[in-house]
């Protein structure tokens, strides 16, 4: 298991060695996600009354779709160096791969939101601590990154797929977004999440097992195909 | 007793969507031999070392390694194979040491360190391993390639193409290499094009065709000029 463990983290280590030499990915993410919340500020009036129930849900979809540049990056960055293979052919088992794969695209994609929340909360003119705010997007965003990489790795030979990613993952990952930006919300109105949200805490840890040990199963062959 | 091949291979068949790549192929090879394989375009000599490297499953067909079928858990026998393939598999924003490091530890390497820097001298980059990828030309890459192949003292090489972008001193210095490796003990199994490099150092050589096997004879068996005009029959004009 510590083996297993191991092989998996590397992968996540090379992945994030790469971005931080090339910062193909972060830059693209982080640039997109800035640059819509900074339209929805200009294109939404957001008024001091209603700005606590819009907030989470536009964070929400900001980091859902700088996440699936992401998550698409990844991969396509894989297939064009045709390294792919190369952990294909190594004595790692499949599932290890996977588990590489989701730990860096949550990194990636905790780290985007790292730089995104203060802007958008200085522009929002909204504040939450920080503490209980982590548990929701550290749940929303790994189930993101477990439902997207498996999804990633399907469409990459397709070439449809920058639409087609998109198009697997939105509706499977409806839930999540719901039961996340509930949650967020909670905590942007500075009420207790444990009181008030646990139900929907519930149902980011059991999508978030569920659909992990899915993935962990079915990618073996998903690589292969 | 026949000594048991390293590599048997029994009535594969590989199909893509409709479309056959392999069809009822049969070989073996035995430990320490070198079996080069020869076969125009589409003949599906890279589909036939995918199946040996485990990259892909056979649609029919039987792969024994060492005696043991290859049935659904391949991921042991890959510490046997090492392949020099069409890409790379490095990772153009790594140095070249960072490259080599990351695969010993994948394959379980014990003391990495050593290792990368004799074979990093062994392909002549050692002054080059801290180097990013992405710096090095076609050549180098090929060379670090054939280092990533080797980190884990493979039983089998299986090579596709092997001297694709490498000049003629480095060819040489790459078929000393191949022929070394064959006198240690390993075995390989090399796809090419190329007459001259095909025949140099192999034992036997095998002519794959539209997906099944039409040739195959010891080296020594035939003279050059009748390898060439097999090779002519089967493959066509060597370019």
Redo the contacts between chains.
């Keep these: 298991m510590r083996g297993y463990l191991r092989k998996a983290w590397l992968i996540a280590w090379k992945d994030l060695l790469s971005e931080w030499r090339s910062r193909e990915v972060f830059g693209v993410m982080a640039v997109f996600a800035l640059l819509t919340i900074l339209i929805f500020n200009f294109a939404l009036d957001v008024a001091p009354l209603n700005r606590l129930e819009l907030a989470p849900g536009l964070l929400w979809v900001t980091f859902i779709f700088a996440g699936l540049l992401g998550l698409n990056r990844s991969f396509v960055r894989e297939r064009d160096q045709g390294s792919l293979e190369g952990l294909m052919l190594a004595p790692v088992d499949r599932s290890a791969i996977y588990l590489g794969k989701v730990i860096g695209n949550t990194l990636f994609i905790l780290s985007v939101e790292a730089v995104t929340l203060p802007l958008f909360a200085a522009l929002f003119d909204v504040s939450a601590p920080v503490g209980p705010l982590a548990v929701p997007l550290l749940l929303g965003t790994v189930g993101f990154a477990v439902i997207g990489t498996v999804f990633a790795a399907i469409s990459v030979n397709t070439r449809l797929r920058d639409v087609l990613l998109p198009i697997l993952v939105l509706p499977i990952f409806v839930p999540v977004v719901i039961a996340a930006v509930k949650a967020s919300a909670t905590v942007f109105a500075r009420r207790s999440l444990l009181e008030e949200s646990r139900h929907w805490l519930g149902l980011l840890l059991t999508f978030d097992v569920l659909f992990f040990t899915l993935a962990l199963l079915l990618f073996d062959a998903v690589l292969e195909e | 007793m026949t000594p048991t091949p390293l590599i048997e291979v029994r009535n594969l068949h590989k199909t893509f969507g409709l479309r056959p790549a392999l069809r009822g192929v049969s070989l073996s090879v035995a430990k320490g031999e070198w079996l080069t394989l020869f076969g125009p375009n589409g003949a599906g000599k890279t589909t036939l070392i995918n199946v040996l490297?485990?990259?892909?499953?056979p649609t029919r067909g039987e792969v024994r390694l060492q005696g043991h079928p290859l049935t659904s858990d391949w991921?042991?026998a890959?510490?046997y194979?090492g392949?020099v393939?069409?890409?790379?598999?490095?990772?153009?924003?790594?140095t070249a040491a960072?490259n080599l490091h990351?695969?010993a530890?994948?394959?379980?390497v014990s003391a990495p360190e050593k290792r990368v820097r004799a074979l990093a001298e062994t392909v002549g980059l050692a002054e080059r391993l801290q180097d990013?990828v992405r710096t090095f030309s076609r050549g180098m890459v090929q060379r670090l390639t054939i280092a990533?192949a080797l980190l884990h003292d493979p039983l089998i090489l299986l090579l596709d193409e092997p001297y694709t972008g490498l000049d003629a001193a480095a060819s040489e210095w790459l078929s000393d290499l191949l022929a070394d490796m064959v006198r240690q003990g390993r075995t390989i199994l090399m796809a090419t094009h190329n007459l001259e490099h095909g025949l140099a150092f192999c034992h036997r050589a095998v002519i794959l065709r539209r997906g099944r096997l039409v040739f195959e004879a010891r080296r020594d068996d035939l003279s050059p000029d009748e390898w060439r005009a097999v090779y002519r029959q089967h493959v066509g004009e060597q370019r």
């Design positions: 490297a485990t990259l892909t499953r991921t042991d890959r510490r194979i392949l393939g069409h890409r790379s598999f490095l990772y153009p924003d790594l960072e990351f695969f530890r994948l394959y379980d990013p990533r």
